[in-house]
């Protein structure tokens, strides 16, 4: 007996089958696993020294709502005082770049170009409270100390300057 | 139309008296812009002049450098007034900011009519050219000596 007869005498049709699911279901399994990498790390970036939280915060990461992640990156509205602490540290990285006295309108340019929103309006209050000053030479700094404070010792109820 | 008592409010406008305030309130528009607009490219036709009303602009050099300004009453489109007439800076909104518009053609006009008035208004382009003096272009500091 040989050839097609001799595969269905032996159910090799139902074992080719039977490897095929096996193989399609563990592959999907793993990209599901995958899928879930990306929030595994932003909880384990966010919250990886406050063990007291681990439990609860777990159904937030495997729960069925996708977490909503703080972002400058995201839908052009700045809420304080994260996004504007998360925009400023960007920008400060952007500056340690280019270095300091800094281009206002440059940094402006490659902040847009690195996909930051609402660089302007951000840029705007941290001028207006003194975190980036100006030279009389038409240059940019970073106000010396302001990046020694925290962000809630800075942001919070500081919105008369 | 913007009311004689909003203009009163700005340094520019302090030592004009009620019948020039009047003048200029008849000719002064409300422009408002949004955050990152450009009211003003360099180089372009100098065709109006510009006082924060509220808001926040950066002025912006041809060389990269750039001041900004923040306090209602600040002046941006002084080249409005001074020939050759085309801006030398460029002016974006840092925020959405409310400007008061005034066509340059007209207040050139007003200056040419009335040397009081003149003498006052350019007293104080003048002391707003002086600012920027440093941040301006080699050709444009000769152009504006020639014109004094």
Redesign the interface.
């Known amino acids: 007996m040989g050839g097609f007869s001799g595969i269905s005498a032996g159910n090799g049709w139902i074992i080719s089958a039977l490897g095929i699911s096996v193989v399609f279901f563990g592959l999907a399994s793993l990209a599901f696993i995958i899928s879930y990498f990306p929030r595994a790390i932003n909880w384990w970036n966010d919250h990886a020294q406050t063990p007291r939280h681990v439990f609860p915060l777990l159904g937030g990461v495997f729960g069925k709502g996708r977490r909503k992640v703080p972002s400058i990156l995201g839908e052009g509205t700045i809420h304080e005082p994260g996004d504007i602490k998360d925009a400023e540290e960007a920008l400060r990285l952007l500056t340690a770049h280019m270095g300091e006295p800094f ?4 940094l402006i340019e490659v902040a847009e170009q690195r996909g930051l929103v ?4 951000v ?2 209050r941290l ?2 409270r003194g975190i980036i000053v ?1 030279g ?5 700094r970073w106000a010396k100390g302001s990046e020694n404070e925290g962000p809630l010792d800075r942001y919070n109820g500081d919105t008369t300057r | 139309m913007i009311p004689v008592d909003e203009l009163k409010r700005y340094e520019i406008f302090a030592e004009m008296d009620l019948t020039e305030l009047r003048l200029l309130s008849a000719m002064a528009e409300e422009r408002r812009a949004r ?2 607009e450009e009211v003003i490219r360099a180089g372009s036709p100098a065709r109006t002049l510009y006082v924060l009303q509220e808001g ?1 602009l ?1 002025v ?2 041809p060389d ?5 300004l ?1 306090k209602p009453g600040r002046v941006v489109g002084w080249s409005a007034l001074v020939s050759p007439t085309h801006y030398t800076a460029s002016v ?4 959405d900011s409310t400007l008061i518009a005034f066509p340059g053609s007209e207040l050139l006009r007003l200056v040419q009519r009335n040397v009081v008035f003149g003498t006052k208004i350019m007293r104080k382009i003048s002391e707003v050219l002086s600012r920027r003096l ?2 301006l272009q080699e050709k444009d500091k000769r152009l504006l000596k020639q014109r004094s």
Request: proline fraction near 6%.
């Open positions: 281009k206002l309108p440059r609402r660089v302007h309006s840029i705007n001028l207006v100006g009389a030479d038409g240059l940019f | 955050e990152g926040g950066m912006v050099f990269g450098r750039a001041i900004t923040h974006t909104c840092l925020t440093p941040f």
